[in-house]
């Protein structure tokens, strides 16, 4: 290099146009590959800001869900309590109601059925009653017409005959008396 | 010095502290910025084929890979390096471009990324061993880039506005009296079409050029105060190792300050070139 040369090759505040096409070159290849490639990361960060926004709308949209069941459920158990304790209160009312009821049928049927009792007693005391009637007046006959056919002479004879009939008298009745109960 | 002779070459020199009498020659500008052409153009106003162009095509791969490889399967579960593509865009989004443009400049997005990527990468290769030389610290490159930004930046405001509106946008300033426009449109016109694109490429340019001085000062102390063999004597052989310590812990600490230079100086030139962008769509003010 010649020295002549050296001061004004010195000079720090120099611009080579050599040096200044291929620093332009260099920057337009940078840009190209910059420019080239800005798309890549663009769509990659839009659709992560996307992904983001989705994640925190649907978190969003989910709690409100969330909200809105919590209260529908805390509504539901309200009626269901309010529901339970009307249901309590009917029932109550239906027991106390059916009781009553029950009670009622229950005098009606035993007076009936004591009134039927009493109408089967009566009914058996006049049959009772006819019966003897008849058997009496039977016996009666038949007891008058032994008395009648055997000798009147023989007291003792007689006094038999008495007992005979006094006794079959008693069989009888104690037979009806079977038949009644 | 001459300019053919690299750091290196003087740390090879031969010239070491409590040596044989040669002093510390500190690395020249010209060793630094002005590497030898491996291939000579032979063209007026051209460097011929240096160093720089080296570094820079790393840089390119480095950026251009990067982006290409952590966004090319993008998914919307991210991997590692998908994770850090989207901070930074992330990042540039937030810092950047809507606090200057608003939700609109989300269609800069990529030109900030793709700037912010560039001029990190070319930053950082002043600290990558091997290479060490920030690609940035050559002027031409942060003018391609302030350049462009400066020609999108008319684009901008003439599509917008149309071509009388944003010029006088940018040469009346609102609310100053006629009688002292005289005065005030050459100002502003130096200030906005002059000026502001120069300033914008010579801040990021002046800081890494700094920068790399810097450290390659640390660097080449380093080497000039090693000398464990010096020829007077253990003792100062000994303070010599010590000298070279602390110019080695200054390098290390130095390196780590420029990495986050490097950083900041990327993002503060997204940073201008979005706020004027911003000003060219939001037109007269």
């Not at chain 1, 949209?61 to 339970?84: G, T």
């Not at chain 1, 017409?145 to 006094?166: K, P, T």
């Not at chain 2, 070319?122 to 490159?141: D, E, K, R, Y």
Request: hydrophobic share 50%; net charge negative; glycine share 8%.
């Amino acid at each position: 290099m010649p020295t002549v040369y050296l001061a004004a090759e010195e000079n720090v505040l120099r611009i080579h146009w050599d040096e200044f096409t291929f620093g332009l070159i260099a920057f337009l290849i940078i840009l190209g590959v910059v420019y080239k490639m800005w798309p890549r990361l663009t769509k990659a960060l839009d659709e992560r800001a996307d992904q983001i926004e989705g994640g925190i709308a649907r978190a969003q949209k989910a709690e409100a869900e969330a909200d809105e069941i919590r209260q529908q459920y805390r509504e539901k158990l309200e009626e269901a309590h309010r529901e339970y304790a009307q249901e309590l209160e009917k029932a109550k009312e239906q027991r106390a109601a059916i009781i009553a009821e029950a009670r009622e049928e229950a005098q009606v049927e035993a007076r009936r059925i004591i009134d039927a009792a009493h109408a089967q007693i009566e009914a058996d005391r006049q049959q009772a009653f006819v019966q003897l009637k008849g058997e009496i007046g039977t016996l009666s006959t038949e007891l008058a017409s032994r008395i009648v056919g055997e000798s009147l002479s023989d007291s003792a004879a007689q006094n038999r005959v008495i007992d005979r009939f006094l006794d079959e008298l008693e069989q009888s009745e104690g037979k009806q008396q079977a038949e009644v109960r | 010095m001459g300019a053919d002779v690299s750091v290196v070459a003087a740390s090879e020199s031969g010239c070491h502290l409590f040596g044989d009498g040669c002093g510390f020659e500190a690395p020249t500008v010209g060793s630094l910025f002005f590497p030898t052409p491996w291939v000579d153009f032979g063209l007026a106003g051209t460097s011929g084929l240096t160093k720089y162009y080296l570094v820079a095509v790393v840089a390119l791969i480095v950026a251009a890979s990067f982006w290409y490889f952590t966004t090319r399967r993008a998914k919307v579960v991210p991997g590692r390096g998908q994770s850090v593509a989207e901070l930074l865009v992330g990042f540039l989004r937030d810092q950047v471009t809507r606090t200057t443009m608003g939700k609109e400049g989300d269609k800069y997005l990529p030109l900030m990324v793709t700037l912010f990527l560039f001029i990190f990468c070319m930053n950082v290769m002043g600290i990558i061993p091997g290479l060490q030389l920030p690609v940035t610290s050559n002027l031409a490159f942060p003018a391609v880039l302030a350049l462009f930004i400066f020609i999108l930046w008319n684009v901008v405001g003439i599509r917008r506005h149309g071509v009388g509106a944003h010029f006088k946008a940018r040469l009346v300033p609102g609310g100053v009296p006629g009688w002292i426009l005289p005065v005030v449109v050459p100002i502003e016109a130096l200030s906005n079409f002059v000026i502001r694109p120069a300033t914008h490429m010579i801040r990021l340019f002046a800081t890494m050029f700094a920068g790399h001085l810097l450290l390659a000062l640390f660097a080449a102390a380093g080497f000039y105060m090693f000398n464990p063999t010096s020829p007077m004597g253990p003792l100062f052989g000994a303070i010599s190792v010590g000298y070279s310590g602390i110019a080695l812990l200054g390098f290390l600490v130095f390196t780590a300050f420029e990495l986050f230079i490097m950083a900041v100086q990327a993002y503060v030139f997204v940073l201008l070139s979005s706020i004027y962008l911003g000003e060219a769509m939001e037109g007269a003010h």
